[in-house]
C-alpha cells in the first residue's frame, strides 16, 4: 500500500494517506495574538481545509490529541470544540496541557481521520 503525502514540507508533510486513514501533522493557529477560542477556531479551519482536501471531513474523525498551553484554557478551548464537532460522530480524545514549540501558540491538535466512501 502506498502513502500520499500532501504540503510535503522538509521537516512534515502536513498530510499522510494510507488505506483510508489520514494522520494530519499537529496544527497550530498562525494568527498567534488571538485568545485560545480564536486561536482554536482557526486551528479547527485548517483541519477542515486539510481533511476536505483528502475527502474527509470531522463526521469521520477517528482519534483527536489536543496540547493546550495552560489548563486554564480549557473550558474555552472546549466551547470552541463543542460547537465545532460533529455531534453523533465525536472521536475518541485526550487533552493534554503541554509547553508547545512556539509559545505564542495556545493550543495544537493532532488528527487522525477516515476518508469517506
Not at 50 to 72: C, F, P, R, T, W
Request: a negative charge.
Amino acid at each position: 500500500m502506498s502513502v500520499i503525502r500532501h504540503h510535503v514540507g522538509k521537516r512534515l508533510s502536513e498530510t499522510a494517506v494510507h488505506n483510508g486513514t489520514v494522520y494530519l501533522a499537529g496544527q497550530i493557529a498562525e494568527e498567534t495574538d488571538q485568545d485560545i477560542a480564536g486561536q482554536m477556531r482557526e486551528v479547527l479551519g485548517h483541519i477542515d481545509r486539510l481533511l476536505g482536501e483528502v475527502n474527509s471531513d470531522k463526521a469521520h474523525l477517528l482519534s483527536v490529541q489536543i496540547y493546550i498551553a495552560d489548563m486554564a484554557d480549557f473550558a474555552g478551548m472546549n466551547a470552541v470544540w463543542d460547537d465545532w464537532v460533529a455531534q453523533g460522530n465525536t472521536p475518541p480524545r485526550a487533552t493534554v496541557e503541554a509547553k508547545l514549540a512556539n509559545p505564542k501558540c495556545l493550543v495544537e491538535v493532532v488528527v487522525v481521520a477516515a476518508q469517506r466512501n
